[in-house]
């Protein structure tokens, strides 16, 4: 079971890698990659599921653009780190279309960070607002309420994933 103290010493040292990898690669671009995996427990079958996807699908996505790469499976969940050859613009569209359009996409918060480690917003890209798994709303809504208990949010997550894997059979 993860604390709130391990999440947040997480965000931490995320911000803290942030800042390492932009001081290494100055003319590169961040794209960061955490998998969405409500409640306390990071490490499942399904957050391996999707991690692996977003991967694949970033990879892909800037291929023969990647200055570097680093992957980190934690207790406090997954992340991945790539420099990339893009401006911050080309990458957020990338990182938004992967988000949107990838089977798994909705279990996928790709980041592009900008300078002084801030993420490059999507609201300029004209983007919809993400949607709550379970009821299609807001998903900003539904998280701040905690409309949906977490086995619900689970079990479509467990859903998601299986249906992912079966399409590649």
Same mark, same amino acid.
């Given at each position: 079971?993860?604390?709130?103290?391990?999440?947040? +010493?997480?965000?931490?040292?995320?911000?803290?890698?942030? +800042?390492?990898?932009?001081?290494?690669?100055?003319? *590169?671009? /961040?794209?960061? /990659?955490?998998? =969405?995996?409500? *409640?306390?427990?990071?490490?499942?079958?399904?957050?391996?599921?999707? $991690?692996?996807?977003a991967v694949q699908a970033i990879d892909q996505a800037f291929a023969?653009?990647? /200055?570097?790469?680093?992957?980190?499976?934690?207790?406090? *969940?997954?992340?991945?780190?790539?420099?990339?050859?893009?401006? +911050?613009?080309? $990458?957020?569209?990338? $990182? =938004? $279309?992967?988000?949107?359009?990838?089977?798994?996409?909705?279990?996928?918060?790709?980041? =592009?960070? *900008?300078?002084?480690?801030?993420?490059?917003?999507?609201?300029?890209?004209?983007?919809?607002?993400?949607?709550?798994?379970?009821?299609?709303?807001? +998903?900003?809504?539904?998280?701040?309420?905690?409309?949906?208990? /977490?086995d619900q949010l689970m079990n479509r997550i467990d859903e998601l994933?299986?249906?992912?894997?079966?399409?590649?059979?």
């Amino acid at each position: 079971m993860m604390t709130l103290e391990e999440l947040l +010493a997480s965000r931490d040292r995320r911000r803290d890698m942030q +800042a390492r990898l932009m001081e290494a690669w100055p003319h *590169g671009t /961040l794209v960061v /990659l955490t998998v =969405v995996m409500p *409640g306390p427990q990071k490490q499942t079958r399904s957050a391996a599921i999707v $991690a692996e996807a977003a991967v694949q699908a970033i990879d892909q996505a800037f291929a023969g653009r990647v /200055l570097t790469r680093t992957l980190r499976d934690l207790r406090t *969940g997954f992340e991945a780190y790539y420099m990339v050859q893009a401006t +911050a613009d080309q $990458a957020k569209r990338q $990182a =938004v $279309a992967i988000e949107e359009k990838h089977a798994l996409g909705r279990l996928m918060d790709i980041d =592009v960070i *900008g300078a002084g480690c801030v993420p490059y917003s999507r609201a300029g890209l004209q983007s919809p607002p993400r949607t709550c798994l379970v009821c299609g709303r807001p +998903a900003r809504e539904c998280m701040r309420s905690a409309a949906h208990p /977490l086995d619900q949010l689970m079990n479509r997550i467990d859903e998601l994933c299986d249906g992912y894997l079966l399409r590649l059979h």
